[in-house]
């Protein structure tokens, strides 16, 4: 069965903290690796597509990197605004995605 | 663009009611998508399409019905509401081709 596991659960981090969230995945066939972040009573916000392992993509303070059976969103010196629940998803051949239950970030200043 | 849009932000039906969640896209996109959220889980697929005219089931589909008779508007209907069904609905779409997929703010349903 097609699985999507995030960890920790719940990430508490000082301002300028740094650190990852992971994302590990099983699938028979990636066709990609999504991240979003969810604001509290709004709908996920897209933030990244990986596609295949070794890829790499940036946007201001994060970093999304892949491999064959996990990716990490490296958050670097947060802010209190990147406070949010970050969720990862897969996709397989077709249509189905495949969500993982999500990491809530509090950056605290 | 005003990109994905559900009606109404919030619900609360008793059991045994039926009503239909609106979503509508203005991007042109072909997929559209009806996701619920439960704590602790994972967003879960209810249903998809993949163009006008056409749509199928996702993981859990029981007790709710789509159709797409156009490419802006895939409403999701619940036929007889249950308190399992008390969630966060999300409707989402994405452009042939793309995988990104592009949500709306959502519905909270709460089933007495």
């Known amino acids: 069965e097609d699985q999507v596991t995030q960890s920790p659960e719940a990430l508490r981090l000082q301002e300028g903290e740094s650190s990852s969230l992971n994302c590990s995945y099983t699938?028979?066939?990636?066709?990609?690796l999504f991240w979003y972040r969810q604001d509290p009573g709004k709908g996920p916000e897209f933030l990244f597509t990986l596609y295949s392992a070794g890829e790499e993509k940036e946007k201001e303070r994060l970093k999304a990197t892949l491999t064959k059976k996990e990716s990490f969103l490296h958050i670097t010196a947060p802010k209190p605004e990147d406070s949010a629940t970050y969720l990862c998803a897969v996709q397989e051949y077709g249509n189905k995605l495949v969500f993982g239950a999500g990491t809530i970030l509090r950056v605290k200043s | 663009n005003a990109g994905v849009t559900q009606t109404p932000k919030f619900q609360v039906l008793k059991t045994g009611q039926s009503m239909t969640l609106q979503c509508a896209q203005d991007?042109?996109?072909?997929?559209m998508s009806w996701y619920r959220q439960d704590p602790g889980m994972g967003l879960r697929l209810i249903h998809y399409s993949v163009g006008a005219g056409i749509t199928d089931q996702g993981e859990v589909p029981n007790g709710y019905n789509v159709s797409r008779s156009t490419t802006e508007d895939f409403p999701l209907r619940l036929l007889s509401a249950a308190p399992s069904q008390t969630s966060v609905y999300f409707c989402?779409?994405?452009?042939?081709?793309?995988?990104?997929?592009?949500f709306g703010p959502g519905t909270r349903l709460t089933v007495t």
């Open positions: 699938v028979s066939g990636l066709r990609g």
């Open positions: 989402a779409s994405r452009d042939r081709g793309q995988y990104e997929q592009y």
């Open positions: 991007m042109n996109h072909e997929y």
